[in-house]
């Protein structure tokens, strides 16, 4: 999988959200939150580079004290919900 172009992370008011770039993008009502970790993943992974569910969980380890198991299942809840709201491919 990797991130689709044209969406990008920014921090506003210390809130991590997604963002479409473009002005012809601007929906406020499709602003997408993150946490501190789903937004350290999405900075592992933006700009295209291709990652897995196992990526994002070696990941997880490497900065968070969580166990790989924990790591992996949280990797491919945010995977789906990624797939979901269509930020990834």
Known sequence: MKTK???KLLSICGE????????ENIDFSN??????????LWKSVEG????TAETMADRLVSEYE???D????????LIN??????IIE
Do not use: H, P, R, T
């Open 48 to 51: 295209g580079e291709e990652f």
């Open 66 to 68: 969580v166990d790989y």
């Open 70 to 77: 924990k790591a992996l299942a949280d990797a491919k809840e």
């Open 16 to 23: 991590q959200i997604i963002v479409a770039e473009g002005k």
């Open 31 to 40: 602003i997408i939150a993150m946490n501190e970790s789903s937004a350290f």
């Open 5 to 7: 172009q044209g969406f």
């Open 81 to 86: 919900q990624w797939l979901k709201i269509g």
